[in-house]
């Protein structure tokens, strides 16, 4: 028997999952490794433009981002990826619920220079 942990299956959650679906057709893949050593994903990711999102779905409880070892592994892992040139946008259910995150997605698009009519999330 192996000691290798399996991943955990990802929780369904209507929220986050339709707001991901929504960023596909502007280019972001979903679960994108983006550390040449590091097993770490983002649960989305625009590679050409370097702009990740993490959906923290804090708002239900304790969860693996809210303890502090999970705010600690948090840390370092936006730490690396801003060294190695993310952008990092940090959406939650009030933040997808009220546009922000849609906002901040759209602005970090048109940052990177990938702005044109079709970055608009409808």
Known sequence: MSDAKKPKPRKPMKLRDDFMAELEPLGFVYEYKFHPTRGWLFDAAHPELCIALEYNG?????TGHSSIPGLLRDAEK??????????????????VRSGQAREWVERAIAARGGASESTTIQ
């Open 58 to 62: 804090i708002m239900g409880g304790k």
């Open 78 to 95: 936006f730490t690396e990826a801003a060294i190695l040139g993310w952008i990092v946008i940090i959406a939650t259910a009030p933040t």
